[in-house]
Each structure stands twice: as C-alpha cells, then as structure tokens.
C-alpha cells in the first residue's frame, strides 16, 4: 500500500493523526492528512477548556470542524480528552473538592453526549501519574478531590456513551522498568479486578533525549494487553525522527495483536508542538521524510 492509513489497515489497524482545526484551511496540511491518515484526534479542540469555556455552557464549534472534516474524508476520530489537571478553563482551575468532581461529571456528560456513538476511543484520564521515580500520582485539584477520580471518571464515561472505548493516556510510561509504568499497571490491573470499566492504555510516546525509545516497549504493550485491555500509540513524536526508533516503535504495535493503531502527533515537523526536535514524518514543505518512508515500510510488512 502507498499511504500510511491503508498500510495499517492491512493488519486491522489505523494510522492517525492530531488535527488542528486552524490548519485545515492550508491546503498543503489539508491534503497530506486527509490522504495519509484514517483517524483524527483534534490537538486541542476538544479539551476542557476549549468544550466548556463557561461551567454548563459547552461550546463544540472547534471540535466540530475537526470531527466534521474528519467523518467527511471518511476517517474516525479519537476522543481527547475529558478529565486531565491541564488545559482546565479559569472556572474549573478555581474547583476543588465535591464541587470539582460534580464539574468533572457534568463535562464528561455534557462533552460525551454531544459525541454519543460517534467517537470510537475517549482518552477519559490524562497524564495522572508523576514522573519520576515515586509511582505517586500526579498533584492536581483533581487528585486532591479524592483518590478514586479515575474511577469515577470512567464510570461516568460508561454511563454516558456505552459505545465509546475508554482509554486511560499517559507519557513516560513506555519503558517497562520505571515507575511511573508500574504505577500505571497496579492502576489497570486494579480497575480490571474490580469491574472499573477501562478497556484501553494510550501511549504517548513522546520521545526525545531526556525519555528515549527503549526496545522493551514491546513488553510493555504485551504486559499491559496481557491485563484485558487494548493499546496504542497515541501521540508519537520522536526528537530527530530517527527512521529505525520509527520503524521499531510501528513494530512493536504490529507485534501485539491487541494494539490498535498508531497515532502521529502532528503532520510536518512545522505543526509540531516541538517543532525545533523536527519529530515528525514530514518536512514543512509537506514532502516526505526518511522517517515516513520507514514507518510505511514497516505498516507494509517490510
Ligand atoms: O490558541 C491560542 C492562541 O489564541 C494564542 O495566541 C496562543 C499564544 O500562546 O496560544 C494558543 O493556544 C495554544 C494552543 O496550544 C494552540 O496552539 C496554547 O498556548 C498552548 O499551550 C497549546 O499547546 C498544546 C498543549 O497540548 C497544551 O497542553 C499543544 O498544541 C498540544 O500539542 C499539546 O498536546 C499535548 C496533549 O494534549 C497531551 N499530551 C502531551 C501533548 C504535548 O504537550
């Protein structure tokens, strides 16, 4: 196959990648990611402070135009993300406590009904867990409103939109040995325990030279997928765009039957929230890159 979408899809899987709705006016974004990729994720447009600027007043006017161009040029869409300590509107920021977490409730339902049967994966939780070698979570209001957030937060999301595949999403939890992966782990191994409905790990896979790709990747995803849920990589970006730390990374997917697919974080290296890591697949100009040429190699079998 000659795109990255159809590629994947050989083996059941997707290629995606982040939209942003202010883009999608220049053509040369425009016809890269509509003939590459088969799935969406809006970059910033359906976060909370951009669905609900005002408590109760939920605006999807961004969000739409990323849905809508998707589901126009036949792709699916990601949903990212529902409850997260960032990217919070001034009102929420303000919350703690029970207050907070009946704000948290009213979002994901007001945010998963707009969506309802029409978003084929939620990234309900971001980025909970600490770096670093503690295995705490992360300090945030929303983990001061109570330990069980998360949980509350996926059962909410269950509620809302049964349809949905609920996915928890984090970084710096590729590498098996550290401990923000183990923490990550206990949490899912618990949640599946107990009934806590979660049925996927994103993967970031943010990699640059502070947090390296390592080649025990692959053991993470299989450990994880091993626990009853699904996997993928949700953001990919590597500092460099090393053809091989590509290729490794597709391969580590292909490999484990349970991982969905694969999702770049941005087009060209311009549209990279790291644009001086030139982490992606394409040059500015929209050309290919050697990276691309890899990844398809890899998608293709190769
Ligand atoms: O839209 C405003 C614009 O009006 C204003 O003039 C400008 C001035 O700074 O800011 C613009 O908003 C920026 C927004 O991106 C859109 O470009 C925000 O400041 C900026 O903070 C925001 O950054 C986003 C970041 O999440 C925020 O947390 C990045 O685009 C986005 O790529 C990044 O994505 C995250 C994932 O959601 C979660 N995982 C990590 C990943 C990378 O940080």
């Known amino acids: 196959e000659s795109t990255l979408g159809a590629a994947a899809a050989q083996s059941g899987r997707y290629f995606g990648t982040a939209i942003a709705s202010g883009r999608l006016s220049d053509s040369t974004y425009a016809s890269i990611a509509n003939r590459e990729f088969n799935m969406v994720t809006a970059e910033n447009e359906m976060k909370i402070d951009a669905t609900e600027p005002q408590r109760g007043q939920f605006n999807f006017s961004s969000a739409d135009r990323v849905y809508n161009w998707a589901v126009q040029n036949g792709k699916e869409v990601r949903g990212h993300t529902l409850a997260w300590h960032s990217q919070q509107p001034g009102w929420m920021q303000n919350l703690s406590g029970n207050d907070l977490r009946q704000a948290m409730i009213g979002h994901i339902n007001g945010v998963m009904a707009h969506y309802k049967g029409k978003i084929v994966q939620w990234d309900v939780v971001n980025e909970a867990f600490a770096d670093g070698s503690s295995g705490a979570r992360r300090d945030s209001n929303l983990q001061r409103s109570g330990n069980d957030w998360i949980e509350l937060a996926f059962r909410t999301a269950r509620a809302a939109d049964p349809s949905a595949k609920l996915c928890y999403n984090d970084y710096n939890v590729e590498n098996w040995t550290w401990a923000k992966t183990q923490a990550m782990y206990s949490m899912v191994r618990d949640f599946k325990q107990r009934g806590v409905p979660i049925d996927c790990v994103g993967f970031q896979a943010h990699f640059n030279n502070g947090s390296p790709y390592n080649s025990n990747f692959r053991t993470t995803l299989q450990n994880f997928a091993a626990l009853g849920v699904d996997v993928a990589v949700t953001e990919l970006d590597i500092q460099g765009?090393?053809?091989?730390?590509?290729?490794?990374?597709?391969?580590?997917?292909?490999?484990?039957?349970?991982?969905?697919?694969?999702?770049?974080?941005?087009?060209?290296?311009?549209?990279?929230?790291?644009?001086?890591?030139?982490?992606?697949?394409?040059?500015?100009?929209?050309?290919?890159?050697?990276?691309?040429?890899?990844?398809?190699?890899?998608?293709?079998?190769?």
Not at 273 to 293: C, V
């Open 241 to 302: 765009a090393s053809p091989t730390t590509y290729a490794n990374v597709i391969n580590d997917c292909l490999a484990v039957e349970r991982c969905l697919g694969v999702t770049v974080w941005g087009v060209r290296d311009s549209d990279s929230w790291r644009p001086e890591h030139t982490p992606l697949l394409f040059n500015n100009d929209g050309s290919k890159k050697a990276a691309y040429s890899a990844v398809l190699n890899a998608l293709n079998g190769g």
